[in-house]
């Protein structure tokens, strides 16, 4: 194997690339049809989409990688009994690498959706399949192999937003600094390409984007797709994160057709949190991400269909009799005979006056492996004092000079978790400052050099930061419901149960027959992780009574 990998990869190499017994292949053989392939034919082309697994049964299969100038590199052969996909297959998502020929091959192909039912029908074989497709997809993120190719400045507010959005979908891609590399600079003359179209990608399917919105990238990569507006969903469910993914694994275990939406990629808040160390069953922790990733794959493994990001702008009147109609930004139109409202909550921004111009590049909503890399060996600011705020000075901490964590009140006692408090305290780089606020951020041309500090006292004072980062709570994501029928408290979180109507009402069910609500939107919900999972598990059980119940009433 050409591509590097660390150890930890490359010690599971057995499990990424594992070789089907001839038993395991009979198992497949029902499933799929038989193909052929000449010597130097493609099996699968970068771009190509619409399939599923492929097992070699004879020959050789080499797995390429595309190069800018054309050249290929190897990153994996496979013999008999190997078998071609990652996780972009159990959908039929475009193939983000080349598998050509060796020589003549025989293959046995399964569609998309045999390659669900096969993952489901045979548990053994379907966990040693989902586990290569798993660790397929950490090596390209890892190697940087595959994938949409980002051409700008590395530090660009343009590239960082694109790459943001790449990274917390778990989706591959390659970067080339239009500054300093001189393969992206020959390929932005060659293509006549001015800075002020930068930056540019390109997709595997051969186009190329121009300062391309996550929207038009998402597309490109075959993330979105369209919606059929004559199809009724049994299920939509309006963002996910933990609470929304919950609903969509359980929807699709129960065999419900189910569509889920988000705005901006999966995992919400949480999937932003650098470590979770209070989730039942991770002793050790686990990342924000790395949950919510895990619970993506597995709702797509049950059939669910993922639209991410397909912005749901209203919910439409109610209408006797008839589905629940969502209009998405897009001008598409969405119908389901029942509605999950999981949209969460949206982070408070600082309150002051030029803050948008620091936005992307120096201020920063979550704490990733690409704000580590932009921050490392530089003092930081951390405003917030909550579980998220602690989580991510934590992991921060590692990568920089100094975290100095802002926090409004006395301390941290009253906001976060005793584990995290007794962490922050023992780690050498970390300054707490209690009764203590962001006055003003000072810098020019987007570009942060100084962040005065006000404290209980109305005394100020500037500190050299170049970054901040803001965990300073959320508020409900809820305006996409005005006028839809669905009650809000005051504060714009949706009520359900008795709050919102009838004493027989579910109490996850709004004041909309049909329509519920879960996790962070809801009114009085725990904002906690397994909290909202909770709210997962439970509505797909109400809803999957509401639909039995509508099955077996008799037709007027």
Known sequence: ?????????????????????????????????????????????????????????????????RGLAGDERLIETYAPGGFLGE???????????????????????????????????????????????????VLLLETHAGGPIIVGPASGAEVLRLETFLSRNGHPWQMLDANSDPDAQALLERLNIEPGEWPIVLCPNGSILRRPTVEQLARCLGLVRALDPDRVYDVVIVGAGPAGLAAAVYAGSEGLSTLALDTNAFGGQAGASARI???????????????????????????????????????????????????????????????VIASGVDYRRLGVSNLGEFETTSVHYWASPIEARLCSGADVALVGGGNSAGQAAVYLAAHVRSVCVLVRGLGLQASMSR??????????????????????????????????????????????????????????????????????????????GRNAGPAERHALETSRAGVYAIGDVRAGSTKRVSAAVGDGAQVIAAIHAQLGALAAAPAT
């Open 1 to 65: 194997m050409e591509a590097s990998t660390d150890s930890a990869i490359e010690n599971r190499r057995d499990q990424m690339f594992p070789t089907l017994t001839p038993a395991d292949i009979e198992r497949i053989r029902p499933l799929g049809r038989l193909e052929r392939f000449e010597p130097g034919r493609p099996l699968r082309s970068v771009g190509q989409s619409g399939h599923g697994l492929a097992v070699v049964l004879s020959g050789e299969v080499e797995i390429l990688q």
């Open 87 to 137: 996780l972009a297959q159990l959908t039929g998502r475009p193939y983000l690498l080349d598998a050509i020929a060796k020589g003549p091959v025989e293959a046995l192909v399964l569609t998309p959706e045999a390659l669900r039912t096969l993952l489901i029908a045979e548990a053994d074989l379907g966990e040693r399949i989902m586990r290569a497709f798993i660790l397929r997809r």
């Open 277 to 339: 160390e209070n989730y039942l069953g991770f002793p050790t922790g686990i990342s924000g991400l790395a949950l919510t990733a895990r619970a993506y794959n597995q709702a797509q493994k049950f059939g669910v269909e993922m639209a991410i990001p397909d912005e749901v702008r209203s919910l439409g009147p109610a209408v006797a009799g008839q589905p629940h109609v969502l209009v998405l930004a897009s001008g598409e139109t969405v119908s389901a005979r029942a509605v």
């Open 419 to 496: 584990y995290l408090i007794d962490r922050l305290g023992a780690i050498p780089n970390v300054e707490i400052l209690p009764q203590t606020e962001v006055a003003a951020l000072e810098g020019r041309d987007g570009v942060l050099e100084r962040v005065r500090l006000r404290s209980a006292d109305g005394r100020q004072t500037c500190r050299a930061f170049r970054h901040v980062f803001c965990f300073i709570g959320a508020d409900p994501k809820s305006g996409w419901l005005d006028g839809s029928g669905v009650a809000l408290d005051a504060k714009g979180f949706v009520l359900t």
